[in-house]
Nanobody, 121 residues
Framework: QVQLVESGGGSVQAGGSLTLSCVASEYAPYMGWFRQSSDQVRVGVARIAGDRTTDYSDSVKGRFTISKDNAKNTLYLRMTDLKPEDTAMYFC??????????????????WGQGTQVTVSS
């Protein structure tokens, strides 16, 4: 089981930027970010494969960038032009497979505890 620890969340105004980090206890070939707002289901935001193939949800495409430093077993999510609707708890996940889009939580086995992102208008 991969242990995952997220950091980097916070409160920003609309239009601002944040970078989330997720440190993994070991290498994981597939990793991703999900988010969950209050009273909403957890939805995929972005994922990255070992060959650095990436996939984004339509709602963040062009604003968010997922990347990975394999030497540090660290996953990043650079978020720019943040909007109030991006407010959510963001979770890092380590997966076991890469299914056809859209990304789903069933492809991921291990989860972090989450980091809160709040965007004010």
């Amino acid at each position: 089981q991969v242990q995952l620890v997220e950091s980097g969340g916070g409160s920003v105004q609309a239009g601002g930027s944040l970078t989330l980090s997720c440190v993994a206890s070991e290498y994981a070939p597939y990793m991703g970010w999900f988010r969950q707002s209050s009273d909403q289901v957890r939805v995929g935001v972005a994922r990255i494969a070992g060959d650095r193939t990436t996939d984004y949800s339509d709602s963040v495409k062009g604003r968010f960038t997922i990347s990975k430093d394999n030497a540090k077993n660290t996953l990043y999510l650079r978020m720019t032009d943040l909007k109030p609707e991006d407010t959510a708890m963001y979770f890092c996940a380590a997966g076991r497979m890469w299914s056809a889009p859209p990304m789903t939580s069933s492809d991921f086995r291990d989860w972090g505890q989450g980091t809160q992102v709040t965007v004010s208008s």
